[in-house]
């Protein structure tokens, strides 16, 4: 029987996932999971227009079934050693809220309005607002605050959604009193410290998503905001100046959670984290190493010694903050705006006759249009496996939600060169897969072209896990081994890691990484053969790109 136990809470895109985990030796105990309702019907979406919302009461929901799921597959004697509970969420997902911290659509007048709602971190539709920011920065007579996040403002992150949406939505600009980053609000709720003005704000999303830097002494000032747009005049005075590491304590569990939990008054509840970040620390990230989380898109993460890193600005990056991941260190991010869902979009294209119902599919029913939707992509990967490789194979250029990694530009499209009447399915199917690693080799050659150390790398997430041809694939284009983390949970463990330091049970997280980690189940390793054909398909990746943002010019 576990005397110290710990929960992570992991916020996907799509569902929540929840584990218990020894604090003393990382041992999964119980795991939980559930999807958000209204975001698996569609609900507060336009994908035509970039524009994806989910609902708080989605997160709420299911939030509690995961947690609940997860102590009864531990079993009884569990709950009473929990000790602290940490979260991470995707990012940047921020929200409105009112004076008192409740969400903005929870409110009268709101629970249906887009506008409301947290803005996912894949919503797209501030890529104007964005660069509006990135100018700014750059012109308006004082410090260039994208210094720390590459040098370009991105339409992914907190500034640029907000301003869209206060431009768009007189009601929302009227009602809400602040912002919060979903994993600011998830652990205020659960704390009961809900009051945007005294929730401890994340180190991590406002370091990577918010300009947010030590040495501007917080977030840029009021004037620069009023020099962006009036709209934003005196948001700044009901932010927040300090941000804390997810190693510090938020709060304690709030009498209603703890019941609903059926866990103890006294459980600490960590400051929130991204998820990417969290997975990081699950992945057991350390220097030297470029961490891959690897789902629907990706975040490709380094940390280094803070004396190490110096005062240098890396340009072309997601951003870099100190503490963000391992505190101690500072935190690199990049990343591509889209990997597997580019997957799941070849997917559907296939499945559209089954979706429509067109012919045979007519009289099907939604269980036998599913399971034949899910056999897609590992039928076409076996045969993309077993493709001469000498026959026409096109390429693609991974952008089909923008680019998030080098110099982010959201307006960038996806593409694909070099079609035939020959061109197969699978053919097709390995181009894709092929423009991902091309994107992921040109993210590590970036890294190392700013002087950035890369020894080894790591992946977790969903797809490392379950494609064997995507993972030969990016080591072979990479021309580097890459070992997959062993844990399916590593963005949960990570935040079970940060909850492991906050309750004191480990010094630092380092310590914690150590004692937890699940370790690596398999290792990828480039086959020499191929190499110089993934340099040349490589080279046309680039030139494909060049002339891309040329023609967008």
């Keep these: 029987m576990t005397e110290q136990a710990v929960i992570g809470i992991d916020f996907g895109t799509d569902a929540v996932r929840a584990v218990v985990a020894d604090a003393v030796d990382g041992t999964l105990l119980g795991q939980g999971e559930a999807a958000y309702p209204r975001w698996q019907k569609g609900r507060y979406c336009d994908p035509a ?3 994806f919302r989910q609902h708080p009461l989605d997160h709420l929901e299911s939030m509690e079934q995961a947690v609940a799921g997860c102590l009864d597959h531990a079993g009884k004697t569990v709950a009473p050693a929990v000790r602290a509970i940490g979260v991470d969420t995707t990012g940047s997902t921020p929200g409105p809220v009112d004076q008192n911290g409740r969400a903005l659509s929870m409110t009268p007048g709101f629970i249906d309005d887009p506008d409301a709602m947290f803005v996912l971190w894949k919503d797209h539709t501030g890529v104007r607002e964005a660069e509006e920011i990135t100018t700014a920065a750059k012109n308006w007579g004082g410090t260039d605050f994208t210094r720390y996040c590459g040098g370009t403002y991105s339409a992914e992150w907190f500034w640029s959604k907000i301003l869209h949406i206060l431009r768009e939505n007189p009601g929302v600009r009227e009602r809400a009193f602040s912002w919060v980053e979903h994993c600011d609000w998830v652990t205020g709720v659960l704390t009961g410290i809900t009051d945007p003005l005294a929730m401890r704000r994340s180190r991590c999303a406002a370091g990577h998503k918010a300009m947010w830097h030590r040495t501007f002494q917080g977030l840029p000032p009021d004037r620069f905001w009023q020099g962006v747009d009036p709209t934003l005049a005196g948001l700044t005075d009901r932010l927040y100046t300090q941000t804390h590491a997810a190693t510090v304590p938020a709060g304690t569990l709030s009498d209603e959670w703890a019941e609903k939990f059926g866990l103890g008054r006294d459980v600490v509840v960590g400051v929130g984290l991204i998820d990417a970040h969290a997975g990081a620390v699950g992945g057991q990230i350390a220097p030297g190493a470029l961490l891959k989380v690897m789902g629907t898109s990706t975040c490709d993460m380094i940390v280094a010694p803070e004396q190490a890193a110096g005062t240098r600005t890396i340009p072309g990056i997601c951003g870099q903050a100190d503490d963000s991941i391992i505190p101690g260190m500072v935190g690199l991010e990049a990343g591509q705006s889209a990997f597997g869902d580019i997957y799941a979009w070849f997917r559907d294209l296939l499945a559209w006759p089954a979706a ?4 045979p599919w007519a009289e099907a029913t939604e269980a036998d249009k599913t399971a034949f939707t899910d056999q897609l992509i590992p039928a076409l990967s076996d045969a ?18 923008g680019r998030r990694t080098p110099n982010a530009n959201q307006a960038l499209k996806g593409g694909i060169s070099g079609l035939t009447l020959a061109s197969s399915a699978p053919a097709l199917f390995l181009s894709l897969v092929e423009s991902t690693a ?24 969903g797809v490392a896990k379950k494609s064997p041809l995507v993972m030969q694939t990016l080591a072979d284009v990479m021309g580097m081994s890459i070992r997959v983390a062993r844990s399916d949970q590593t963005c949960a463990l990570g935040a079970a890691m940060t909850a492991a330091v906050a309750a004191g049970i480990h010094g630092d997280l380092v310590q914690a990484q150590a004692a937890m980690g699940a370790g690596f189940e398999r290792e990828y390793r480039p086959d020499a053969s191929t190499a110089a054909r993934y340099d040349r398909r490589y080279r046309e990746y680039l030139a494909m790109g060049r002339d891309a943002e040329l023609s967008r010019r």
């Design 49 to 51: 227009a970039n524009q």
């Design 438 to 461: 091309f994107g992921s080799r040109r993210i590590a050659e970036h890294f190392t072209e700013q002087g950035i150390e890369i020894n080894q790398v790591i992946a977790v997430g």
């Design 384 to 401: 993309a496996m077993n493709l001469d490789t000498d026959s026409s194979v096109p390429v693609s250029l991974d952008w089909f939600n």
């Design 356 to 359: 429509a119902g067109i012919g």
